[in-house]
């Protein structure tokens, strides 16, 4: 749960957040107008294609699903469209105020809450998944994150976490290059090896680690580095043997059973 000395740091972590919501710059479309929302779930799945091959949105008709953190709830939309019953938790008001108006253009329901994923307001074992995309390497205190989305979890259910992969490629390519990489001034950022994610994971009875996420063209940078980048770098990385890669994801998943 969110400790009395936890919250002054919560309280920055809301107030960066509900000014700088994730991805918000990618549209030229007025937030919470159509085009504005197209843009982000184009984007979105462009840059994490994976998503659609690793996570089964289309398969939880009729099952409760969170997302902590949901953002302007791109992902929520993908499984409330498949017919899951669809809950959003973030920290920030206007991200929820956004989440609102994307589910109602979409002509889907979804409860959507202003909360604290350290702090999550509902009962034990009350979903069937729990997706916790980007959220523990930005929470004051990822522990209580992780233990908050296991207690709220059914008994057999699954969640799944993302955080940031410190041995990865573009970690070391951002030093490399002297190029900060998106939020670095978030009043929390945390990148985690794989062996620190798997101990905030301890709790669940079994978990599956993916590193994922390979270079794309970069949509957010220019000039000669972001040239370099995206004619250069992103097509002789990928063309790689996967195998010999893999572990330098820059996004590293989890998916746990309760």
Same mark, same amino acid.
Not at 21 to 39: C, E, K, M, V, Y
Not at 42 to 65: I, M, N, P, S, T
Not at 214 to 234: A, D, E, I, Q
């Given at each position: ?170 970690? /070391? +390519?951002?030093?490399?290059?002297? =190029?900060? #990489?998106?939020? @670095?001034?978030? &009043? *929390? ?5 794989? !062996?620190?994610?798997?101990? /905030? +994971?301890?709790?669940?009875?079994? =978990?599956? #680690?993916?590193? @994922?996420?390979? &270079? *794309? ?5 220019? !000039?000669?580095?972001?040239? /370099? ?13 996967? &195998? ?15």
């Amino acid at each position: 749960m969110t400790t009395l000395e936890n919250r002054p740091r919560n309280d920055a972590v809301r107030t960066y957040w509900n000014h700088r919501i994730h991805d918000l710059d990618i549209s030229r479309n007025p937030p919470g107008t159509p085009g504005f929302f197209a843009d982000l779930d184009e984007y979105h799945f462009d840059k994490l294609h994976h998503l659609l091959r690793l996570v089964d949105f289309a398969g939880q008709r009729g099952r409760a699903v969170l997302d902590v953190g949901c953002g302007t709830g791109v992902d929520l939309v993908r499984f409330a469209r498949a017919g899951a019953v669809a809950t959003g938790v973030d920290i920030a008001p206007a991200a929820i105020d956004l989440a609102r108006r994307n589910f109602e253009i979409q002509g889907l329901n979804a409860e959507l809450i202003v909360g604290d994923g350290e702090a999550l307001p509902f009962p034990d074992d009350r979903f069937d998944l729990v997706f916790a995309h980007g959220v523990v390497q930005y929470t004051t205190n990822a522990q209580a994150l992780v233990n908050e989305c296991r207690r709220v979890l059914k008994p057999g259910g699954e969640a799944i976490f993302q955080v940031y992969n410190r041995v990865s490629w573009l970690n /070391l +390519l951002s030093k490399v290059m002297k =190029v900060d #990489l998106e939020h @670095e001034d978030a &009043p *929390v950022l945390r990148k985690y090896s794989a !062996g620190e994610f798997s101990r /905030l +994971l301890t709790g669940f009875a079994d =978990v599956r #680690l993916v590193p @994922e996420r390979f &270079p *794309v063209k970069s949509r957010l940078h220019g !000039g000669w580095k972001g040239m /370099l980048y995206n004619t250069c770098f992103v097509g002789a990385f990928n063309a790689l043997p996967r &195998p010999l890669v893999q572990r330098f994801g820059w996004h590293l998943l989890a998916f746990c059973r309760k």
